[in-house]
Structures are given as structure tokens and as C-alpha cells.
């Protein structure tokens, strides 16, 4: 029921609309992203074996679940380096 | 385990993920299983209610607590990156980096999981007490998630950081929380008014029920008054406190529906983006229930 009343949600249809936008992935692109998955994100060698797409998506989702976390709980931002990286 | 093999040696501060991921349809877990407390020594009670050997409608309870606690562990799959405007003019530079970073843009939600997980671990041990009293930060919690994520939206997220940076004039009553949730999220227009109308009442109701064992109780709020002072001998608290939690979880969990109502409409959003290149959040993807 809930469902239904969301049906003409304008944030959701502009949502879906923005993901129709992109086009779906073939095998070789999918190959490929997993590729740079490992390399640029989780850096194990053994990871570039793994095929099943559901230990992938767990491995990532794994992943940006720690991000989020670990990134909630900051305490103390060394603004100095900020700064110079920055160069404000 | 030996008391110093306990703690970390390096000051370092460790985070644990719990993931499950479903290819089939999900199947019924304890709750000790969801919070990844199965190796935990629970005590003889914990043990016992997590058995067969329990009466079936406190089975079914905690069947659905366990289903609630899972759901509300996914919604961190849906937040969206930022927390809304931010004031350019500023002249907290330590505010302005956390704004413009995003840094601790979920910290409400991931502590009331901590509350929510320690509560569970004290219900498991029999310290019903200890339960309800974790249970309302917990519930402050879920709702300062969704209420300071909309505030930010609508206004800007100084104030957020400003209270949790430690300014108390930016904190935040639970009332006045769910009242702001209420009037300013845009999805509720379509959504059933008398519905929405019981939901929040519920919600207060269930707030104010906690409160009591917050603060001073009188007598009649007193654990002890009810239950003894010898541990966990009446069950009517037991199962009071039970159906409590279960209903909790329930509005919780509707109040972040009607906040995030794309978690209905689930997507394949590996198949659009690749593995890591997508949108931060905002979709559920297959694999979530």
C-alpha cells in the first residue's frame, strides 16, 4: 500500500529517470569496473579471482558500510593540513 | 581472554560492519545472529529465550524484532552523501571542513545502533533494566538522524555541527524533533493523514514510557516494584518490555520509509554504475529487503 502511494513521487521519478540515463553494462564492462574495483579500492590480488557478482557486491558493500562509519566518528581534523592541501 | 588482550594496544579505534546479503529469499535469524553476538557467553536466560523452548508468541515477537533490527541496518545503503546547503561565510573554519567534507554526516544513526546493539546484548544477559534505559537514546537518536538529515536540507548543516561539535543551544528535544519530521517532509503529502497522525502519537507515547526510567521513577515506574530486585522473575515485564522494542522498531522504521521511500523501489545499480562508480546512496540495489 505504502508502495503505491510513492508510485508518482516526483524525487522518485526523476531518481529513476536519472538512473534510465545510463546505459546497462555489458559482461566485459562489468569485468572491467570489478578490475578497477580492486585495484583503485580494495588493493588484495586475491580479489581479482572472485567471480560471483553477489560476494562482489557483499565486498563492496562491506566496504562503503565502513567508510560511512568510520567517516561519521571524525573527532579531531588537523586543519593545518587542510589548509596546505587545500592551499586556502 | 586474558583482561589486557582485551583492549587495543595501538590507541587505535576499531569499527566493526555487519553485511548480510540475500540471493535467495532472507532467512529468520536470531537476534544475537544480526548484531553478530553469537559467540557472546549470554547468560543462562539469554540462552534460554533464544532456544526453541519459549512460548510461541514471544517466539514470533522476537522473529519480528530480529526483521526489524535488519531492516533498520540496511537504511545506511540509502543515505545520500551530503547533509544538504552549507554557509559559505562561516567563520568556524573547523566547521566549514566538516561541512564541506561531509565528515560525520550519519553519526546519530550509527550511534542509536550502538544503543540499540548494547540494549540487545543487556536484554540477552536478563538486565531488563539496563535495556530500557538504552532503548531511548536509542530512539533520540533514530529520529536526530532523519530530523538534523531534513533540517540540513531545508536550512543549512551548521546547526548539526554546531550541537555536536558541543554547543547545547543547538540540541534538539525529541518532541520538538518529530514535530519538524511531521511538518517538513515533502513525501508525507502523500501519504494517509489519520495514519501518519497515530504513528507519531505512538511514537510519543512509547518516548514518554521510556522517559520514566530515565529519571526519577515514582513507584509505579519502578523496575523493582514490578519485577523484584532478584533479576528477571516476572515475565509481564519481560513481556511488556519485548512488545516495546518490537513496536519501537516498527514506527522507527516506517518514520525512515516515509524519509527515504526508495528503499520500495529497489535497483540494479551495479549493472548502471560498475562496482564503485555509482551515486552515494539513494538506492536500495537488489539484494536489500
Same mark, same amino acid.
Given at each position: 500500500? #505504502?508502495?503505491?502511494?510513492?508510485?508518482? &513521487? =516526483? @524525487?522518485?521519478? $526523476? #531518481?529513476?529517470?536519472?538512473?534510465?540515463? &545510463? =546505459? @546497462?553494462?555489458? $559482461?566485459?564492462?562489468?569485468?572491467?569496473?570489478?578490475?578497477?574495483?580492486?585495484?583503485?579500492?580494495?588493493?588484495?590480488?586475491?580479489?581479482?579471482?572472485?567471480?560471483?557478482?553477489?560476494?562482489?557486491?557483499?565486498?563492496?558493500?562491506?566496504?562503503?558500510?565502513?567508510?560511512?562509519?568510520?567517516?561519521?566518528?571524525?573527532?579531531?581534523?588537523?586543519?593545518?593540513?587542510?589548509?596546505?592541501?587545500?592551499?586556502? | 581472554?586474558?583482561?589486557?588482550?582485551?583492549?587495543?594496544?595501538?590507541?587505535?579505534?576499531?569499527?566493526?560492519?555487519?553485511?548480510?546479503?540475500?540471493?535467495?529469499?532472507?532467512?529468520?535469524?536470531?537476534?544475537?545472529?544480526?548484531?553478530?553476538?553469537?559467540?557472546?557467553?549470554?547468560?543462562?536466560?539469554?540462552?534460554?529465550?533464544?532456544?526453541?523452548?519459549?512460548?510461541?508468541?514471544?517466539?514470533?515477537?522476537?522473529?519480528?524484532?530480529?526483521?526489524?533490527?535488519?531492516?533498520?541496518?540496511?537504511?545506511?545503503?540509502?543515505?545520500?552523501?551530503?547533509?544538504?546547503?552549507?554557509?559559505?561565510?562561516?567563520?568556524?573554519?573547523?566547521?566549514?571542513?566538516?561541512?564541506?567534507?561531509?565528515?560525520?554526516?550519519?553519526?546519530?544513526?550509527?550511534?542509536?545502533?550502538?544503543?540499540?546493539?548494547?540494549?540487545?546484548?543487556?536484554?540477552?544477559?536478563?538486565?531488563?533494566?539496563?535495556?530500557?534505559?538504552?532503548?531511548?537514546?536509542?530512539?533520540?537518536?533514530?529520529?536526530?538522524?532523519?530530523?538534523?538529515?531534513?533540517?540540513?536540507?531545508?536550512?543549512?548543516?551548521?546547526?548539526?555541527?554546531?550541537?555536536?561539535?558541543?554547543?547545547?543551544?543547538?540540541?534538539?528535544?525529541?518532541?520538538?524533533?518529530?514535530?519538524?519530521?511531521?511538518?517538513?517532509?515533502?513525501?508525507?503529502?502523500?501519504?494517509?493523514?489519520?495514519?501518519?497522525?497515530?504513528?507519531?502519537?505512538?511514537?510519543?507515547?512509547?518516548?514518554?514510557?521510556?522517559?520514566?526510567?530515565?529519571?526519577?521513577?515514582?513507584?509505579?515506574?519502578?523496575?523493582?516494584?514490578?519485577?523484584?530486585?532478584?533479576?528477571?522473575?516476572?515475565?509481564?515485564?519481560?513481556?511488556?518490555?519485548?512488545?516495546?522494542?518490537?513496536?519501537?522498531?516498527?514506527?522507527?522504521?516506517?518514520?525512515?520509509?516515509?524519509?527515504?521511500?526508495?528503499?520500495?523501489?529497489?535497483?540494479?545499480?551495479?549493472?548502471?554504475?560498475?562496482?564503485?562508480?555509482?551515486?552515494?546512496?539513494?538506492?536500495?540495489?537488489?539484494?536489500?529487503?
Amino acid at each position: 500500500m #505504502l508502495k503505491k502511494s510513492f508510485e508518482d &513521487y =516526483s @524525487i522518485k521519478k $526523476d #531518481l529513476i529517470n536519472f538512473l534510465n540515463s &545510463y =546505459s @546497462i553494462l555489458t $559482461d566485459d564492462e562489468m569485468e572491467e569496473s570489478w578490475k578497477e574495483a580492486v585495484s583503485n579500492v580494495f588493493k588484495k590480488e586475491d580479489y581479482y579471482k572472485i567471480t560471483d557478482h553477489a560476494v562482489r557486491v557483499t565486498l563492496c558493500k562491506t566496504h562503503f558500510r565502513a567508510f560511512r562509519i568510520s567517516s561519521s566518528y571524525i573527532r579531531d581534523i588537523d586543519l593545518e593540513r587542510f589548509n596546505h592541501d587545500f592551499q586556502l | 581472554m586474558k583482561f589486557y588482550t582485551y583492549f587495543n594496544d595501538d590507541n587505535s579505534i576499531a569499527f566493526n560492519v555487519f553485511v548480510e546479503l540475500q540471493t535467495t529469499d532472507p532467512k529468520e535469524m536470531n537476534i544475537a545472529e544480526v548484531f553478530n553476538l553469537a559467540n557472546i557467553s549470554n547468560s543462562e536466560f539469554g540462552r534460554s529465550i533464544l532456544s526453541n523452548d519459549i512460548p510461541d508468541g514471544l517466539k514470533k515477537m522476537l522473529s519480528s524484532i530480529s526483521w526489524g533490527i535488519r531492516t533498520y541496518i540496511c537504511y545506511q545503503d540509502i543515505f545520500d552523501s551530503g547533509l544538504g546547503s552549507y554557509e559559505e561565510d562561516i567563520d568556524d573554519v573547523e566547521l566549514f571542513v566538516r561541512q564541506i567534507c561531509d565528515f560525520n554526516r550519519n553519526y546519530c544513526y550509527f550511534e542509536s545502533l550502538t544503543y540499540l546493539k548494547e540494549a540487545i546484548i543487556c536484554l540477552l544477559n536478563g538486565n531488563l533494566l539496563a535495556t530500557m534505559v538504552l532503548l531511548r537514546p536509542f530512539l533520540e537518536l533514530a529520529i536526530a538522524e532523519i530530523y538534523w538529515n531534513l533540517k540540513s536540507y531545508k536550512k543549512s548543516s551548521s546547526q548539526f555541527y554546531r550541537w555536536l561539535l558541543g554547543d547545547i543551544r543547538f540540541k534538539q528535544g525529541f518532541t520538538n524533533m518529530l514535530d519538524y519530521f511531521y511538518s517538513n517532509c515533502d513525501a508525507l503529502s502523500l501519504l494517509d493523514k489519520s495514519g501518519l497522525q497515530n504513528n507519531k502519537k505512538d511514537l510519543k507515547r512509547i518516548y514518554r514510557k521510556l522517559c520514566s526510567y530515565n529519571h526519577t521513577p515514582i513507584l509505579n515506574e519502578s523496575i523493582t516494584s514490578h519485577a523484584g530486585n532478584t533479576g528477571v522473575k516476572d515475565h509481564r515485564f519481560l513481556s511488556n518490555l519485548i512488545c516495546l522494542i518490537n513496536e519501537m522498531l516498527f514506527h522507527v522504521n516506517l518514520i525512515y520509509l516515509i524519509k527515504y521511500p526508495m528503499t520500495l523501489f529497489p535497483q540494479d545499480i551495479y549493472r548502471r554504475f560498475g562496482y564503485y562508480n555509482g551515486p552515494v546512496g539513494l538506492f536500495f540495489d537488489e539484494f536489500n529487503y
